[in-house]
């Protein structure tokens, strides 16, 4: 195990949520003082959730801080060059090239698919489905995790033929297909302009956040998969985390950004490519996002549903299957990156653990007067 910083002490953790509410309430009063956080994370802590992080197979835990490196962790062989996959993390990246597009005007979020995919005009069902229901996932397309895989030849068209399970708009349904025909939506849009989902891609989100071009898992129709594929260090993938803490700078604006951080009726967790906590608190329902996600669509319930209840409220996560993790916590300053390699792991337990001591000795201190 690497330790870049911490004495590597042992602490164990029991707070109690009269103490993580008072916490969060001054952290919201510094914020908007306009200070840099205060609220610093204690070494034992970070050594703590690092060994909890590679007892469950972690390759890899970053944590930057006002602006700064504060912690890293790379057990065993690992290194901080090592580059690791992250899964649905990719769906990110797409997003942000959807929104730099409305920005210039290539497309509206709002408007309706068929606008553009003519063969769905004459299909009742789907021609009403805007950009943004495929965007966050309440299209109603049948999911077809099968597209994924290099099997199919050609998944847009695949994916376009798929029908409708839900009315469009009313269930969240996670899946590849809603951002295929995202691509093949993109394609036809940027066509007109002599360009390409990819080379936008690049040209707009990746080179701006000092990134190359990434492994796009290609069919044989040469369509790029959009929903995983990219391979990323942790200060790579923390990136998009100073982009989030930075209101959408150097890609977006503020206004823009906001609009994959909010949920939908169907969601309220996840807006577009990332998860938000906004309903955290001690009635919200603490949940595992990849052990709901492998149920049915059908069988998972989004009621009431936060990542992590005791955490900020205006955390925002990306989120890829094995436990790969960005977590940004706006009100703390606060970006965290855990990479692994697909073992059992609990995302409340990580944070309370990582966040634990700040949290305690805050109660202990009281409030001043």
């Not at 602490?11 to 952290?27: I, P």
């Amino acid at each position: 195990m690497v330790f870049v910083c911490g004495d590597g002490r042992q602490v164990s953790l029991q707070l109690h949520q009269t103490a993580l509410a008072f916490v969060w309430m001054l952290m919201t009063f510094a914020l908007v003082a306009g200070n840099e956080s205060t609220f610093a994370l204690e070494a034992v802590s970070m050594n703590a959730a690092a060994e909890y992080s590679a007892a469950r197979r972690g390759v890899a835990l970053l944590v930057i801080q006002n602006g700064k490196t504060i912690f890293e962790s790379y057990p065993g062989p690992h290194s901080a060059q090592e580059t690791h996959r992250i899964y649905s993390g990719t769906k990110g990246f797409w997003v942000l090239a959807a929104l730099a597009a409305e920005a210039e005007g290539i497309l509206k979020l709002n408007e309706r698919v068929a606008d553009t995919i003519q063969e769905w005009r004459s299909e009742d069902r789907k021609k009403h489905i805007t950009i943004r229901q495929l965007l966050d996932f309440t299209s109603g397309l049948e999911p077809m995790s099968l597209l994924h895989g290099d099997t199919v030849p050609d998944r847009n068209a695949v994916a376009l033929r798929l029908p409708i399970v839900a009315t469009p708009g009313e269930r969240f349904i996670y899946g590849p297909s809603s951002l295929q025909v995202f691509d093949e939506l993109f394609r036809r849009k940027l066509a007109f302009y002599g360009d390409t989902p990819t080379q936008y891609l690049e040209r707009k989100v990746l080179r701006p956040l000092g990134l190359g071009p990434q492994e796009y898992k290609r069919d044989r129709a040469g369509n790029p998969l959009l929903a995983a594929g990219f391979r990323l260090t942790a200060e790579q993938w923390s990136r998009i985390g100073r982009l989030i803490l930075n209101g959408g700078a150097p890609i977006l604006s503020r206004p823009s950004l906001s609009e994959c951080l909010r949920g939908t009726k169907a969601n309220p967790a996840f807006g577009m490519g990332f998860w938000n906590n906004r309903s955290a608190g001690p009635n919200a329902r603490e949940f595992d996002i990849e052990e709901m996600l492998e149920r049915d669509w059908w069988e998972q319930d989004w009621r009431d549903t936060c990542l992590w209840r005791d955490a900020p409220a205006d955390t925002i996560a990306s989120v890829g299957s094995g436990y790969q993790r960005l977590i940004v916590i706006p009100s703390m300053d606060l970006i965290i990156v855990r990479l692994g390699k697909n073992a059992r792991f609990s995302d409340g337990e990580f944070l309370r653990i990582l966040l634990g001591t700040r949290l305690y000795q805050a109660r202990a201190s009281g409030p001043a007067g």
